[in-house]
Protein backbone atom coordinates (compact mmCIF):
# COMPACT_ATOMS: atom_id res chain seq x y z
CA UNK A 1 0.00 0.00 0.00
CA UNK A 2 1.80 3.78 -1.20
CA UNK A 3 2.29 5.63 1.68
CA UNK A 4 -1.01 7.17 2.70
CA UNK A 5 -1.34 11.04 1.62
CA UNK A 6 -2.29 13.99 4.56
CA UNK A 7 -5.02 16.56 3.42
CA UNK A 8 -4.88 19.51 5.70
CA UNK A 9 -8.54 21.27 5.98
CA UNK A 10 -10.19 24.57 7.82
CA UNK A 11 -12.80 24.67 10.08
CA UNK A 12 -16.15 26.26 8.11
CA UNK A 13 -18.10 29.51 10.28
CA UNK A 14 -20.09 30.94 7.62
CA UNK A 15 -22.72 29.61 5.47
CA UNK A 16 -25.10 30.37 2.17
CA UNK A 17 -24.09 31.74 -1.28
CA UNK A 18 -21.94 34.47 -0.37
CA UNK A 19 -19.86 32.77 2.25
CA UNK A 20 -19.05 30.32 -0.60
CA UNK A 21 -18.17 32.70 -2.92
CA UNK A 22 -16.08 34.74 -0.53
CA UNK A 23 -14.48 31.40 0.14
CA UNK A 24 -13.72 30.60 -3.20
CA UNK A 25 -12.41 33.67 -3.84
CA UNK A 26 -9.55 33.36 -1.45
CA UNK A 27 -8.74 30.20 -3.13
CA UNK A 28 -10.49 27.47 -0.87
CA UNK A 29 -13.82 25.21 -1.79
CA UNK A 30 -16.68 23.76 1.11
CA UNK A 31 -16.25 20.26 2.17
CA UNK A 32 -18.59 17.85 4.75
CA UNK A 33 -17.24 14.93 5.88
CA UNK A 34 -19.86 12.93 7.18
CA UNK A 35 -20.69 8.52 7.81
CA UNK A 36 -19.60 6.28 10.46
CA UNK A 37 -22.24 7.38 12.61
CA UNK A 38 -20.70 10.41 13.32
CA UNK A 39 -22.61 14.15 12.71
CA UNK A 40 -21.42 15.86 9.68
CA UNK A 41 -18.67 18.71 9.80
CA UNK A 42 -18.62 21.71 7.74
CA UNK A 43 -15.17 22.37 6.42
CA UNK A 44 -13.21 24.09 3.84
CA UNK A 45 -10.40 22.87 1.79
CA UNK A 46 -7.84 23.63 -0.95
CA UNK A 47 -9.27 22.82 -4.62
CA UNK A 48 -6.09 22.08 -5.79
CA UNK A 49 -5.34 19.60 -3.54
CA UNK A 50 -8.66 18.04 -4.61
CA UNK A 51 -8.04 18.13 -8.03
CA UNK A 52 -4.35 16.35 -7.81
CA UNK A 53 -6.69 13.49 -6.09
CA UNK A 54 -9.17 12.88 -8.79
CA UNK A 55 -6.56 13.01 -11.21
CA UNK A 56 -4.63 10.71 -9.87
CA UNK A 57 -4.01 7.15 -10.92
CA UNK A 58 -6.89 5.84 -8.29
CA UNK A 59 -9.06 9.12 -8.52
CA UNK A 60 -12.08 8.79 -6.63
CA UNK A 61 -10.84 5.40 -4.71
CA UNK A 62 -7.75 7.36 -3.39
CA UNK A 63 -8.11 6.48 0.24
CA UNK A 64 -6.23 9.42 2.27
CA UNK A 65 -6.03 11.13 6.21
CA UNK A 66 -8.19 14.45 6.50
CA UNK A 67 -6.76 16.70 9.29
CA UNK A 68 -10.20 17.68 11.11
CA UNK A 69 -9.60 20.95 13.20
CA UNK A 70 -10.00 20.34 16.84
CA UNK A 71 -11.04 16.72 16.06
CA UNK A 72 -9.83 13.14 15.28
CA UNK A 73 -8.30 12.68 11.62
CA UNK A 74 -10.15 10.42 9.90
CA UNK A 75 -9.53 8.35 6.92
CA UNK A 76 -11.93 9.06 3.82
CA UNK A 77 -12.69 9.15 0.23
CA UNK A 78 -14.12 11.65 -1.64
CA UNK A 79 -17.88 10.25 -2.13
CA UNK A 80 -19.12 13.27 -4.65
CA UNK A 81 -18.06 16.78 -5.60
CA UNK A 82 -19.54 19.36 -7.91
CA UNK A 83 -18.10 21.22 -10.62
CA UNK A 84 -18.55 24.89 -12.20
CA UNK A 85 -20.72 23.40 -15.61
CA UNK A 86 -18.65 26.12 -17.76
CA UNK A 87 -15.52 26.44 -16.53
CA UNK A 88 -15.38 22.97 -15.06
CA UNK A 89 -13.49 24.57 -11.34
CA UNK A 90 -14.38 22.49 -8.31
CA UNK A 91 -17.10 23.94 -6.10
CA UNK A 92 -18.18 21.81 -3.31
CA UNK A 93 -16.26 18.08 -2.29
CA UNK A 94 -18.02 15.43 0.30
CA UNK A 95 -15.39 13.23 2.04
CA UNK A 96 -17.08 9.58 3.89
CA UNK A 97 -15.55 8.48 6.72
CA UNK A 98 -14.13 5.12 5.95
CA UNK A 99 -13.97 2.31 8.69
CA UNK A 100 -10.45 0.46 7.74
CA UNK A 101 -11.20 -2.84 9.50
CA UNK A 102 -15.06 -2.69 6.99
CA UNK A 103 -14.86 -3.87 3.84
CA UNK A 104 -16.38 -1.56 1.47
CA UNK A 105 -17.95 -1.90 -2.43
CA UNK A 106 -16.36 0.49 -5.15
CA UNK A 107 -15.91 0.63 -9.01
CA UNK A 108 -12.09 0.22 -10.50
CA UNK A 109 -10.98 0.86 -13.69
CA UNK A 110 -9.55 -1.95 -15.97
CA UNK A 111 -6.51 -2.28 -17.49
CA UNK A 112 -6.60 -4.23 -21.17
CA UNK A 113 -3.00 -5.68 -21.09
CA UNK A 114 -1.71 -7.21 -24.46
CA UNK A 115 -2.64 -7.12 -27.98
CA UNK A 116 -4.75 -9.54 -29.23
CA UNK A 117 -3.57 -11.96 -31.67
CA UNK A 118 -6.63 -11.68 -33.58
CA UNK A 119 -5.76 -8.07 -34.18
CA UNK A 120 -2.23 -7.95 -34.45
CA UNK A 121 -1.82 -11.87 -36.77
CA UNK A 122 -5.03 -11.42 -38.22
CA UNK A 123 -6.29 -7.73 -38.75
CA UNK A 124 -9.28 -7.75 -36.44
CA UNK A 125 -10.81 -4.70 -34.05
CA UNK A 126 -10.54 -4.53 -30.42
CA UNK A 127 -14.10 -3.62 -28.84
CA UNK A 128 -13.78 -2.92 -25.35
CA UNK A 129 -17.35 -3.10 -23.77
CA UNK A 130 -16.69 -2.21 -20.15
CA UNK A 131 -14.13 0.00 -18.41
CA UNK A 132 -14.39 -0.71 -14.93
CA UNK A 133 -16.11 -3.39 -12.15
CA UNK A 134 -17.79 -3.47 -9.14
CA UNK A 135 -15.57 -5.10 -6.16
CA UNK A 136 -15.47 -5.38 -2.46
CA UNK A 137 -12.29 -5.66 -0.51
CA UNK A 138 -11.09 -3.84 2.77
CA UNK A 139 -10.28 0.00 2.06
CA UNK A 140 -6.54 -0.65 2.36
CA UNK A 141 -6.77 -3.30 -0.11
CA UNK A 142 -8.39 -0.92 -3.32
CA UNK A 143 -6.24 -1.66 -6.44
CA UNK A 144 -5.29 1.29 -8.93
CA UNK A 145 -6.90 -0.67 -11.25
CA UNK A 146 -7.39 -4.95 -12.50
CA UNK A 147 -5.66 -6.06 -15.24
CA UNK A 148 -7.23 -7.91 -17.93
CA UNK A 149 -5.01 -9.82 -20.60
CA UNK A 150 -6.00 -10.21 -23.62
CA UNK A 151 -3.39 -11.49 -25.73
CA UNK A 152 -4.27 -14.99 -26.68
CA UNK A 153 -8.14 -13.28 -27.68
CA UNK A 154 -8.74 -14.41 -31.52
CA UNK A 155 -11.04 -13.26 -33.82
CA UNK A 156 -14.66 -13.50 -32.48
CA UNK A 157 -13.28 -14.04 -28.90
CA UNK A 158 -14.17 -12.46 -26.16
CA UNK A 159 -13.35 -12.07 -22.25
CA UNK A 160 -16.04 -11.89 -19.37
CA UNK A 161 -15.81 -11.25 -16.23
CA UNK A 162 -15.52 -14.88 -15.33
CA UNK A 163 -12.37 -15.19 -16.28
CA UNK A 164 -10.54 -12.32 -14.34
CA UNK A 165 -8.29 -14.28 -12.09
CA UNK A 166 -9.05 -14.72 -8.57
CA UNK A 167 -7.37 -12.90 -5.93
CA UNK A 168 -7.55 -13.54 -2.27
CA UNK A 169 -7.97 -9.56 -1.16
CA UNK A 170 -11.01 -8.60 -3.43
CA UNK A 171 -14.38 -10.35 -4.28
CA UNK A 172 -16.18 -8.65 -7.88
CA UNK A 173 -19.63 -7.53 -7.94
CA UNK A 174 -20.17 -7.36 -11.01
CA UNK A 175 -21.65 -10.09 -13.00
CA UNK A 176 -19.53 -12.65 -14.13
CA UNK A 177 -21.41 -13.55 -17.49
CA UNK A 178 -20.81 -9.50 -17.83
CA UNK A 179 -18.16 -8.94 -21.49
CA UNK A 180 -15.82 -7.03 -21.18
CA UNK A 181 -13.90 -6.99 -24.50
CA UNK A 182 -14.21 -8.21 -27.49
CA UNK A 183 -12.56 -9.17 -30.92
CA UNK A 184 -14.00 -8.62 -34.27
CA UNK A 185 -13.07 -8.59 -38.05
CA UNK A 186 -12.92 -5.63 -40.13
CA UNK A 187 -16.12 -4.21 -40.78
CA UNK A 188 -15.52 -4.36 -44.32
CA UNK A 189 -14.68 -8.67 -43.99
CA UNK A 190 -18.19 -8.74 -42.36
CA UNK A 191 -19.98 -6.27 -44.93
CA UNK A 192 -18.54 -8.07 -48.11
CA UNK A 193 -19.11 -11.81 -46.86
CA UNK A 194 -22.69 -10.43 -46.02
CA UNK A 195 -22.95 -9.21 -49.57
CA UNK A 196 -22.32 -12.74 -51.11
CA UNK A 197 -25.00 -14.56 -52.99
CA UNK A 198 -26.90 -17.38 -50.47
CA UNK A 199 -26.36 -19.90 -53.22
CA UNK A 200 -23.05 -21.14 -53.85
CA UNK A 201 -22.15 -20.58 -57.79
CA UNK A 202 -25.08 -18.39 -58.08
CA UNK A 203 -24.09 -14.94 -60.14
CA UNK A 204 -26.02 -12.16 -59.37
CA UNK A 205 -28.66 -10.86 -61.55
CA UNK A 206 -27.64 -7.73 -63.78
CA UNK A 207 -29.76 -6.21 -66.39
CA UNK A 208 -27.97 -4.29 -69.32
CA UNK A 209 -29.14 -0.52 -70.02
CA UNK A 210 -30.44 -1.30 -73.63
CA UNK A 211 -32.68 -3.63 -72.16
CA UNK A 212 -33.38 -1.64 -69.57
CA UNK A 213 -34.57 1.23 -71.72
CA UNK A 214 -36.33 -1.05 -74.03
CA UNK A 215 -38.78 -2.25 -71.80
CA UNK A 216 -39.18 1.10 -70.48
CA UNK A 217 -40.62 2.55 -73.94
Do not use: W
Amino acid sequence: MPQMITVETQPRGEFGKNASRRMRAAGMIPATVYGLNEAPVSLSVDPKVMFRILHSSTGQNTLFELVVPDRKNAFVLIKDFQRDPVKGNLLHVDFLRIDMTRKLQVQVPLEFVGIPVGVKTFGGLMDVVAREIEIECLPGDIPEHISIPVTDLGLNDLFRVSQIPPSEKIKILTDPDVVLVTVSPQRAETEEAAAAPAEEGKEPEVIKKGKAEKEGE
